[in-house]
T-cell receptor, first 112, second 116 residues
Framework: AQKITQTQPGMFVQEKEAVTLDCTYD???????LFWYKQPSSGEMIFLIY??????QNATEGRYSLNFQKARKSANLVISASQLGDSAMYFC?????????FGTGTSLTVIP | DVKVTQSSRYLVKRTGEKVFLECVQD?????MFWYRQDPGLGLRLIYF???????EKGDIPEGYSVSREKKERFSLILESASTNQTSMYLC???????????????FGPGTRLTVL
């Protein structure tokens, strides 16, 4: 079974609007971390935000927030007020024991 | 800020050559990782190391080996490069907290390797 599933290969959003990128995960470990990374065309993976499995509140970092629904095993990334520079690939990841697992990514395009 | 550097951004090698990809981190992180990234397949873990001289196989270790002689440096070795090893290679490091949920990976800029 896939550890991390991202079902949206590509997304479009109008500049200044909000967008939600979906991520579901699968684990039986009670302690885990969930992460989102951005990969622009340059190739570097940039850490955006993380959520711990025991965190009660959703994580926020500037325009990024993580909508964590533990019972549904989902960890969606919400980007508010989209900017042209947000156009990139976005990867959801989970840490379990020593390993990180990554989804296949969502390509986000921000339209002016 | 965490800094992870990789020896080359772009590399072109011939089939059968021995290839070394170097990764260095400057934040005294315990854990280091090598991934390859291919379109539609996401990131796949090749090897990781949680301590000096320690290594563990990831999901796709065949055709690769690693070396970690110093804490800050983790090398990926392609003993005899093949065309199917043409890919983007990403190195990452993480602190290695006991609290796994907060142990964030930080990535280097990547090496685009082409094997002809």
């Amino acid at each position: 079974a896939q550890k991390i599933t991202q079902t949206q290969p590509g997304m479009f959003v109008q500049e200044k609007e909000a967008v939600t990128l979906d991520c579901t995960y699968d684990t039986s470990d009670p302690s885990y971390g969930l992460f989102w990374y951005k990969q622009p065309s340059s190739g570097e993976m940039i850490f955006l935000i993380y959520q711990g499995s025991y965190d009660q509140q959703n994580a926020t970092e500037g325009r990024y927030s993580l909508n964590f629904q533990k019972a549904r095993k989902s960890a969606n990334l919400v980007i508010s007020a989209s900017q042209l520079g947000d156009s990139a690939m976005y990867f959801c990841a989970m840490r379990e024991v020593y390993q990180f697992y990554f989804g296949t990514g969502t390509s986000l395009t921000v339209i002016p | 800020d965490v800094k992870v550097t990789q020896s080359s951004r772009y590399l072109v090698k011939r089939t059968g050559e021995k290839v070394f990809l170097e990764c260095v981190q400057d934040m005294d992180h315990e854990n280091m990782f090598w991934y390859r990234q291919d379109p539609g397949l996401g990131l796949r873990l090749i090897y990781f190391s949680y301590d000096v001289k320690m290594k563990e196989k990831g999901d796709i270790p065949e055709g690769y080996s690693v070396s970690r002689e110093k804490k800050e440096r983790f090398s990926l070795i392609l003993e005899s490069a093949s065309t199917n090893q043409t890919s983007m290679y990403l190195c990452a490091s993480s602190l290695g907290n006991r609290d796994r949920s907060t142990d964030t990976q930080y990535f280097g800029p990547g090496t685009r390797l082409t094997v002809l």
